[in-house]
């Protein structure tokens, strides 16, 4: 069965036709052209499809297209006007938090949502103190950027990207 949808991905408007079985991920990468958002593990295990979905990180693999109709999808490739870098994605640079590059796309819309989560006041696993703000401690990072795994093992520079993004 097919679905009529919309999706308004890094700012522009799709409209599009979908079996109903379309995962969000296959929509935007195999239907959309857009490769930001990278199949892993297609079980929600990596984190290497992570974007934000209507502000919030989201795995994409997980996710049924027509679920999510006239929802706004920001990939790595939409947080920042053209030309222009994120701070987050300057931050991964800086702190050379990449190898292969094959996760870094879901890694940053993980961290950019992590800062935004913080920025909340949401507690994580391992906040100790659950009334006050949370500190970004390398514990704090670790835990909260946990579901995006890293096969080069870049986290050593991952966390330090982090908390430096965090105060810009």
Not at 49 to 60: F, K, M, P, S
Request: hydrophobic content about 35%.
């Amino acid at each position: 069965m097919d679905a009529e949808i919309t999706l308004r991905v890094d700012g522009e408007a799709h409209r599009l036709t979908v079996d109903t079985r379309t995962s969000l991920l296959d929509a935007l990468r195999e239907r959309l052209g857009n490769t930001s958002p990278k199949k892993g593990c297609d079980h929600g295990q990596c984190g290497a499809c992570t974007v934000l979905l209507d502000g919030d990180r989201a795995l994409t693999c997980l996710a049924l297209a027509v679920a999510h109709d006239g929802a706004e999808i920001t990939t790595a490739d939409g947080l920042a006007p053209a030309g222009e870098l994120h701070p987050v994605q300057q931050a991964f640079l800086d702190q050379d938090a990449f190898q292969c590059g094959y996760c870094t796309p879901g890694q940053v819309c993980s961290a950019v949502g992590v800062l935004d989560e913080v920025g909340r006041g949401w507690p994580s696993h391992v906040t100790e103190d659950l009334t006050g703000e949370p500190e970004l401690t390398h514990d704090e990072v670790a835990e909260r950027m946990s579901g995006n795994l890293c096969r080069c093992a870049a986290y050593v520079n991952i966390t330090p990207a982090v908390q430096q993004a965090a105060r810009s």
